[in-house]
């Protein structure tokens, strides 16, 4: 028998009553009641509750140890009282009592308890985040994520994918995010990115006959912290697949997807059939091109109704000809409102940077009731009512503005008018295809012509008629996948043509040979024999923190940084000493 433990702490039960058994664990609670100690031993798979009277000899020495300390109990297994059993444990039924114990590993005062989930500063949880691991819903969240992991890996292997992995020392790329840099010591003055993912890599896989592949991939970018993405680096689920259309991708992540959800969550998947979105319709109905469906909300473009005579709401229309928009929201039956509910949906905006939320109810007879009502003729609203399906009774907010400062504050509308409404269900993952991405975007600061999404993409339609003239009409084979209004991939069908990438790097201003120079290994490699062939990368991390329902990719997470990219646990980023730097020929000028 094992020295440690016959049985882990969530492993004994009425049948092993009357059984001696070692047990091993953390301390997790202790209970005085004088003449009996109660004691909670905890270990990863759960928790024993053991008792000491005070007649042992034992008693005094366990009495004084601290929470935390880990422990060998010696004892044997007994029932508990009817009124004593614990049914939220699967141990509750039985406890055990101390015969013998050991101290295996002390434990000094703590910074932070771990027997609750009481939130702490992120400094602290970062900081010793050994201990926060300990801690029953962190610890939870973290063996979910290799379970779900597992799972998604046997999925792929089941869809007939091989794994590989790919380097992570590579060459940095001109597009995308800010990479990080690995000084070379053998080549001085050039530098390794770490990848911000395998892109050139898996494409180079299916150039070299291999059918499907996938990885779970660690991924580098030198971006800034948010709720949903970690400083530093990331996991996705890699997948590259030859011979293939859209549609034929669409297909394994739905299905992969799908099955993952329902594994590892109670809640409902609104439609295993995800719907697909344009990215024009998006921004226009949901002001986002990452659109939550669990809202019913839809934004609504009325700008034509600006410019009718009988519109007189003059602060919109002299807006409207200076070449603004205008878009609404539309909220049901909210005729019984108080004007605090509108009033303050309209301060909100205004604190949001927007000029604000002008709004007005639909009463009988089609007159609009609020503050901007009177600007509106009955034939007007009428218009509006049929371009918005509004009815009487329902209520109308309206922003006026340029295209993407109106997407952004009627996409943040759509999301605070719901909330407050009360109208979005937690209980439902709402998926959906973002399709119909542009291949180029203007650059508001520069006005230059750039890639709008991946630069290695496939450009939509006949490519012997492709109408390099007009780079901003080209749709590309682009897709993102998005989740609760939450991002988890982008992906596409891919350029395999060198003389057509040639083409599309030329109008984002790269002339061949420079091409050739950032891309050579790809550009090489095309010009071999490459099938068609696409792929997508769904973030783990996110798929992660949905099952998990928590708002923040930090609780999913084992060891993340703090949100200025530093761990705090091991002190990094660190000071390197001067051997180091003359080792990779650099030197140091850090600005003040």
Not at 341 to 370: C, H, Q
Not at 526 to 554: F, Q, T, V
């Amino acid at each position: 028998m094992n020295k440690y433990r016959s049985h882990n702490c969530n492993e004994l039960r009425k049948k092993n009553v009357g059984s001696n058994i070692l047990l091993s664990g953390w301390i997790n609670k202790k209970r005085d009641h004088g003449n009996l100690l109660f004691l909670d031993l905890r270990d990863n798979y759960g928790i024993t509750q053991c008792i000491i009277d005070k007649g042992n000899k034992n008693f005094k020495d366990l009495e004084k140890l601290q929470l935390e300390t880990v422990i060998n109990v010696e004892g044997k297994v007994v029932d508990r009282s009817t009124d004593t059993i614990n049914k939220e444990i699967e141990t509750g039924e039985i406890e055990v009592t101390i015969e013998n114990f050991v101290v295996l590993g002390k434990c000094k005062e703590l910074p932070m308890p771990v027997f609750s989930d009481q939130e702490y500063s992120e400094e602290i949880r970062l900081k010793y985040r050994y201990l926060d691991l300990r801690r029953k819903k962190i610890h939870e969240n973290i063996i979910l994520r290799s379970k779900v992991i597992s799972f998604i890996r046997n999925e792929m292997n089941k869809f007939g994918f091989l794994e590989f992995q790919t380097p992570i020392l590579t060459s940095s790329s001109p597009e995308g995010a800010r990479d990080f840099l690995v000084p070379s010591r053998l080549s001085p003055g050039k530098f390794y990115a770490l990848p911000q993912a395998p892109q050139q890599f898996k494409q180079l896989i299916m150039v070299s006959g291999f059918d499907k592949y996938f990885q779970i991939a660690p991924c580098f970018r030198d971006e800034d912290a948010r709720a949903d993405r970690s400083p530093g680096e990331f996991y996705q689920l890699d997948l590259e697949m030859s011979f293939v259309e859209q549609e034929d991708i669409f297909k394994v992540v739905e299905q992969l997807l799908v099955n993952t959800f329902k594994k590892f969550s109670k809640k409902k998947i609104l439609s295993e059939k995800f719907p697909r979105i344009t990215y024009k319709d998006a921004l226009l109905k949901y002001g986002s091109d990452k659109p939550d469906l669990r809202n019913p909300l839809i934004i609504e473009d009325i700008t034509e109704t600006f410019i009718r005579e009988d519109v007189s709401f003059d602060i919109f229309k002299k807006l409207v000809k200076s070449g603004s928009n205008v878009r609404c929201i539309v909220t049901q039956n909210t005729k019984d409102k108080p004007r605090s509910f509108f009033d303050s949906i309209d301060r909100w905006a205004k604190d949001e940077g927007a000029s604000g939320l002008a709004y007005f109810t639909i009463e009988n007879g089609i007159s609009a009731k609020g503050p901007v009502g009177k600007f509106f003729s009955r034939e007007s609203l009428e218009e509006i009512m049929k371009k918005t399906g509004a009815k009487v009774g329902d209520s109308i907010f309206m922003a006026c503005s340029k295209k993407k400062d109106l997407e952004r504050i009627t996409s943040l509308a759509r999301d605070k008018i719901a909330k407050d409404l009360n109208l979005i269900d937690d209980n439902i993952f709402a998926f959906c295809w973002v399709v119909d991405y542009p291949m180029f975007e203007k650059n508001d600061q520069t006005n230059k012509i750039e890639f709008s999404h991946n630069p290695f993409s496939m450009p939509q339609g006949d490519i012997n008629k492709l109408n390099f003239e007009k780079p901003l009409d080209m749709l590309a084979y682009q897709y993102d996948i998005v989740c609760n209004g939450i991002e988890l991939s982008s992906g596409a069908i891919r350029n395999h043509i060198p003389e057509l990438m040639y083409k599309l790097f030329a109008i984002a201003g790269y002339d061949k040979n420079q091409v050739d120079e950032k891309f050579s290994g790809m550009i090489n490699a095309l010009s071999y024999g490459a099938p068609p062939h696409g792929g997508i990368a769904p973030g783990i991390d996110r798929i992660i923190m949905l099952l998990a329902n928590e708002k923040n990719i930090r609780e999913v997470t084992m060891f993340p940084m703090n949100q200025n990219a530093q761990d705090l646990m091991m002190n990094a980023p660190s000071s390197i000493d001067e051997k180091q730097l003359k080792e990779l020929n650099l030197a140091l000028k850090i600005k003040k």
